[in-house]
């Protein structure tokens, strides 16, 4: 079942080619992918800009790993490294947000989302050090390069909700 091998991913215990090679489930994770970013920037940015926002997220995973691929002449694990790549970063967003409304009273949501991040960076290198064939160190590189530039990216269309009082 991907759900549990996704999880295994999570744990770095699971590699992506342990996914099966099917566009329905990569179009599923990527769908969670996106519904996972809305839902993690609802309480700063409006629905409509949050959309955007996960929007381009989404497409941006999808053509910087086609192109890191392409590049790299691994275009036979496009499929499963997407699945992985979206589907565990799907599950970390929504653990992370649902950790976050819970420890809210216990510590500042930016521990906790920085946790995450730390945890979600480690995972992405395990993914692309698997889907490029290369080390972990350099897929964790990998991982904080594409965070990096995501987040550059993706910063350009947020357009954050004003504070009220």
């Known amino acids: 079942m991907p759900l549990k091998i996704l999880i295994g991913i999570c744990l770095l215990r699971a590699s992506p080619q342990d996914l099966p090679a099917s566009r329905a489930w990569m179009l599923g994770a ?3 992918y996106a519904a996972a970013g ?3 920037v609802l309480d700063v940015l409006t629905f409509e800009n949050a959309i955007l926002v ?3 997220d989404t497409l941006l995973l999808v053509a910087v790993t ?3 691929l392409q590049w790299r ?3 036979n694990r496009l499929t499963q490294t997407l ?3 979206a589907g565990c970063g799907a599950l ?6 649902g950790a976050a409304g819970l420890a809210r009273e216990a510590f500042q949501p930016e521990w906790v989302w920085a946790a995450f991040l730390v945890w979600y960076t480690l995972v992405f290198g395990h993914i692309w050090r698997h889907a490029l064939s290369i080390t972990l160190a350099a897929g964790v590189a990998a991982s904080l390069f594409y965070l990096i530039f995501s ?4 910063g350009l269309f947020m357009n954050p909700v004003p504070a009220t009082n």
């Open 38 to 40: 809305v839902l993690g």
């Open 54 to 56: 996960a929007a381009v």
């Open 151 to 154: 987040i550059g990216v993706t």
């Open 83 to 85: 699945t992985a790549l």
């Open 92 to 97: 970390l967003s929504l653990l992370a947000w």
């Open 73 to 75: 002449r691994r275009e």
């Open 30 to 32: 990527l769908v969670a």
């Open 66 to 68: 086609h192109l890191v």
